[in-house]
């Protein structure tokens, strides 16, 4: 499936309605990566979108951000730094509360993990709304880092989470 179209890609991503509750139409992207071509296509992808931005830091989400930001600091030559939920880092970190669409949750970063004027890529799977993403940026600043840009392999456009991250060049690989 080389230089499959954004279609193709689309196509593999599994719409299962009512997950994970009634009227959620949940999109399921284990169905593209088991596919190894377009797993590599989709981080291809994400790393050219990138293209000369200086990246020192990629900051991924719990989990599923994971997914996507490891690869990526390899491909762009960063270190990785994981964002993750309360209570799972095991050396000294710093914390934030923030808003999801059905309530709050609290993620955590080490409070070494960024050095003061590093440039960050903050990488997750999806852009729904933009609360897990203002959490992430928030820790990121308050350590010090600065933010080069925001990748997402998905955004879901109707949820109008990019329109609070204006100030930051974001790039979405498939929209819905």
Known sequence: MTDSSVDELRALIREVP??????????????????????REVIDRMAEQV???????VVGMESR????SAPLAYKLGAGFVPVRKLGKLPAETIEVEYELEYGTATLE???DAISKGQRVLIVDDLLATGGTVMGTIELVRRLGGEVAGLSFMVELGALNGREQLDEFEIHALLTY
């Open 18 to 39: 009512d997950f994970p509750k009634p009227g959620i139409l949940f999109y399921d992207i284990t169905t593209l990566l088991k596919e190894a071509d377009a797993f």
């Open 51 to 57: 293209g000369e931005t200086k990246v020192d830091i």
């Open 65 to 68: 951000g994971f997914i996507f």
């Open 109 to 111: 970063i080490h409070s």
